[in-house]
């Protein structure tokens, strides 16, 4: 690189470390089976997890079916709904949305992103995708042991979860829990590898105060993940413990059929510390790489820099922060000490303001923004639609006084499918087509994406605004009918025929969406080397898709952040983070000068 | 352990602050921590994390001993070793402790005298630790044997609050798991020193990778990890 004649910003430190040490795969098996390559590694996660989310797809047409017509089923009993609720909840949250963003875009995004051939360690990364998948095989094996899988409630609640008369007793508690134990271990693998990635192996010129949020997101919601794992690591291993040996660490002393039984003296809410110690991060480790995706989305389609980005990073983290202190707002009605209740309330109140930052600079990309309305331009604008629906409902739940009367109604079950179910899935799928032309050099198919896109969306609006109805009159949460009660008028019952009618439709929908995968694969239209004109490391390399190393024969060497798009005085509306700034094209009577003067 | 001392403030002439330089390090590119190569990065995150599982550990246990209505065991009594007659309360625990933490001070050698490519010195010591380690945890199988035949289960003892058996199974359980995973790395990074693999830039067997002195501290760093939660189970376990 001649120094002397560029400007002072291409001057970029040398390389610190020496080459990363790769694996090259001699065969078929060490190449796309037992790979090490971080790119093949996420879209092994990414199909597992969309399989098994299939499965848990499936189980919330069944729940729909039930809720919508009861009485028209023979093959949905109580135990069996149940049993889908159980598992449709804890395959949705654990083994389909953290799997798909940490384990998928975070193994395909980060190295690429970051100016990395690899993740660090690219054996412990297999190796965590290898436990990953033995965790979902025991979850699945749970609906084919006697009495199925456990329908304890995705959130396995002491002393019901493991006492008869909850399905699944038997066998199902154990798989669920053991899968869980192992879902972690190989979680803890990659978690480890995608953080150290991150803070130790960027590409030369890449600050962390450069990355694009996608990985600030991952980053965070990794950090999160490998921190609050534990809690539900330990609280699995003392459940299985308490139903395999019949101790008592989550379980008081009880009389079953008139007889005591051999429990005593422990402590169910102690599991309810210890479970949303786990869960509330949770929402996050599922909600920050959403964060971060959809910013650059935004970005990237209204051709503007994303409003604000060092208050979008300290968001991040503030958020990320505080996502630790807000765990027992899920425990209002628990009978835990009501003074507890009030500071989980005002944390709950606090974490809101960095959340709410985040939407306002979301909406202010868009401000006088040169927007492209692509398809994942319209899930990311969906995102926020849906994402500020759901979070000021749980302003209602996150009061006391508010949460206590709808707390277990169908307002619930609106309030978290809106805030971390739609809303990070809209971004999953904005991902998606953004992302295909990289992983396979074709587009999705627009006309089927447009398809998918308005019934995703408005279907989604169809399913649960009726929901907060629902809840507002009291209709509870998880029960399998509602039979003859007086506080639920009829137009309830055909409020939830509609929302079974609207589910199976959106249900079909993702259907759709399955199929053009495949087709896109073969037939779509054969991609531009930067569709979307981004400005980040994953489109500019030597190849694309990129091939095992990443970048060819040289690393990148990144000159400037991720969000240079329309800088006056460029004749192109963005510029790569590789471009030095010697070479970007001005336009017409521009000079070096006025690209800097703009920027912020 | 750690290089802290880096040859970095004679770069700059005015030397900045302890503070000052962690934010300059953090703002820089490539790597947030100067010098600390990645296997070590990983193992520090990892310990991180396993901290809060043994906290984890720990809290529950004092909630539990709170929530239930039995009286706890007076563990002195029950961890009385009696030797010509004489009880000698937590005699065992005391020895084990003594060697767990001596096998600490072995490990730190070992991870010195690995810097300084003294690869037989290096390799005794780290089986010298493995060796403490191992006694560690056949002196906790002893005391399990013994326990047991007392009559102490997971669900019930003959001492007082079921829930003592529980957490003494689990938490020693959990923790004499960590020093095996340990002593058997020990064995298998002391042979890779023996050999001189980290001389001659052998690959691993299974990451195809070429390892270096490093990873003796790696061991230690976990190594001096498990000695430190062992410290936090025996002031919270066996003396309180």
Redesign the interface.
Same mark, same amino acid.
């Given at each position: 690189m001649t120094e002397t004649t560029s400007p002072e910003d291409d001057i $970029?430190?040398p /390389?610190? $470390?020496p080459e990363m040490?790769l694996?090259h795969p001699h065969s078929f098996l060490t190449r796309w089976i037992f790979s090490q390559d971080a790119k093949v590694i996420a879209i092994q996660y990414s199909l597992v997890a969309i399989s098994i989310g299939m499965v848990a797809l499936v189980l919330s047409w069944l729940m729909r079916l039930q809720l919508g017509f009861p009485d028209s089923f023979d093959f949905i009993d109580a135990a069996d709904y149940y049993q889908f609720i159980t598992m449709h909840g804890m395959i949705m949250v654990v083994y389909l949305l953290t799997a798909l963003f940490l384990g998928g875009f975070g193994n395909y995004l980060i190295p690429l992103m970051v100016g990395a051939r690899d993740m &660090? @360690?690219p054996?412990i990364n297999m190796l965590s995708f290898w436990i990953y998948l033995l965790a979902v095989l025991v979850l699945v094996s749970s609906f084919f042991v006697p009495g199925g899988p456990t329908g304890a409630g995705w959130t396995l609640y002491p002393p019901q979860a493991i006492l008869s008369g909850t399905p699944g007793q038997e066998f199902g508690i154990i798989l669920m829990l053991a899968s869980l134990m192992l879902f972690i271990v190989g979680f803890?693998m990659g978690g480890?590898?995608y $953080? $150290?990635t991150i803070? /130790?192996?960027?590409?030369? =010129? *890449?600050?962390? *105060?450069?990355m694009p949020l996608t990985i600030w997101g991952i980053f965070i919601a990794t950090v999160l993940a490998? @921190?609050a794992?534990?809690?539900l @690591? &330990?609280?699995s291993? *003392?459940m299985m413990?308490d139903k395999i040996?019949?101790?008592? @660490?989550f379980m008081p002393?009880m009389i079953e059929f008139g007889e005591k039984m051999?429990y005593? =003296?422990?402590?169910p809410i102690?599991f309810q510390h210890?479970f949303w110690?786990f869960g509330h991060p949770e929402v996050y480790i599922v909600a920050l790489p959403a964060f971060g995706i959809v910013s650059d989305l935004l970005s990237v389609n209204a051709r503007k820099n994303i409003f604000g980005y060092r208050m979008m990073v300290w968001a991040i983290v503030g958020i990320g922060a505080l996502a630790f202190v807000v765990w027992a707002h899920h425990m209002y009605v628990s009978g835990m000490n009501p003074y507890f209740g009030f500071f989980f309330a005002t944390t709950t109140l606090i974490i809101a303001v960095p959340t709410a930052l985040k939407v306002y600079n979301w909406v202010l990309t868009l401000w006088r923004g040169n927007i492209h309305l692509t398809l994942p331009m319209l899930f990311a604008l969906a995102f926020i639609l849906t994402f500020v629906n759901g979070g000021i409902t749980g302003l209602f739940l996150g009061n006391v006084i508010v949460d206590i009367p709808l707390s277990d109604t169908m307002f619930v079950v609106a309030h978290f499918h809106m805030v971390m179910g739609v809303a990070p899935i809209m971004v999953i799928f904005g991902a998606i087509y953004h992302w295909y032309p990289l992983l396979t050099g074709r587009m999705l198919h627009n006309g089927m994406g447009q398809f998918h896109f308005w019934v995703t969306f408005l279907g989604a609006y169809a399913i649960y605004f009726p929901m907060h109805y629902l809840g507002f009159i009291g209709v509870p949460r998880r029960y399998f009918e509602l039979g003859e009660t007086t506080f639920i008028p009829d137009s309830a019952h055909d409020l939830n025929a509609f929302i079974t009618v609207a589910a199976l439709v959106v249900g079909f929908a993702q259907l759709v969406f399955l199929f053009n995968l495949f087709w896109s694969r073969r037939n779509g239209i054969v991609a531009e080397r930067n569709p979307w004109k981004a400005t980040t490391l994953e489109w500019q390399t030597e190849h694309m898709p990129p091939t095992h190393g990443n970048f060819g024969k040289d690393l990148p060497i &990144?000159y400037r952040w991720a969000y240079d798009f329309s800088v006056p005085g460029a004749e192109s509306d963005f510029i790569p983070q590789n471009m030095a700034t010697k070479d970007v094209k001005l336009a017409e009577g521009m000079t070096v000068a006025d690209l800097k003067a703009e920027k912020t | 352990m750690s290089q802290t001392a880096s040859p970095k403030s004679a770069e700059s002439a005015a030397d900045p602050g302890r503070i000052e330089s962690a934010i300059q390090d953090w703002s820089s590119d490539q790597r947030a921590f100067k010098n600390v190569p990645w296997g070590k990065a990983m193992m520090w995150l990892f310990l991180l994390s396993d901290t809060f599982i043994f906290s984890i550990f720990l809290i529950s246990y004092m909630t539990v001993r709170m929530s239930t209505k039995v009286a706890w065991p007076n563990t002195s009594q029950v961890f009385a070793l009696e030797i010509g007659g004489v009880q000698f309360p937590l005699l065992l625990i005391a020895i084990m402790t003594f060697i767990l933490i001596s096998s600490s001070g072995t490990m730190a050698m070992a991870v010195k005298f690995g810097y300084s490519k003294n690869r037989k010195i290096t390799a005794i010591l780290m089986l010298v630790t493995a060796l403490f380690g191992l006694s560690f945890v056949g002196m906790q199988a002893f005391e399990w044997t013994k326990l047991i035949h007392e009559g102490v289960r997971p669900w019930s003892n003959p001492f007082g609050a079921p829930q003592f058996g529980s957490i003494f199974f689990m938490i020693t359980g959990f923790h004499g798991f960590h020093v095996s995973i340990g002593v058997i790395f020990l064995f298998i990074v002391a042979r890779k020193v023996w050999r001189g693999d980290y001389d001659t830039g052998k690959r691993g067997f299974f990451t195809s990778r070429r390892g270096n002195y490093e990873h003796v501290e790696m061991m230690g760093l976990y190594w001096h990890f498990v000695d430190l939660v062992w410290v936090f189970i025996f002031a919270f376990f066996y003396l309180w």
């Open positions: $970029v430190p /390389q610190e $470390v040490d694996y &660090v @360690f054996y803890t480890l590898n $953080v $150290v803070l /130790q192996a960027r590409a030369r =010129g *890449m600050t962390l *105060m450069r490998l @921190f794992f534990p809690a @690591f &330990v609280a291993l *003392m413990f040996l019949e101790t008592s @660490f002393a051999s005593g =003296g422990g402590s102690l210890l110690f &990144v | -």
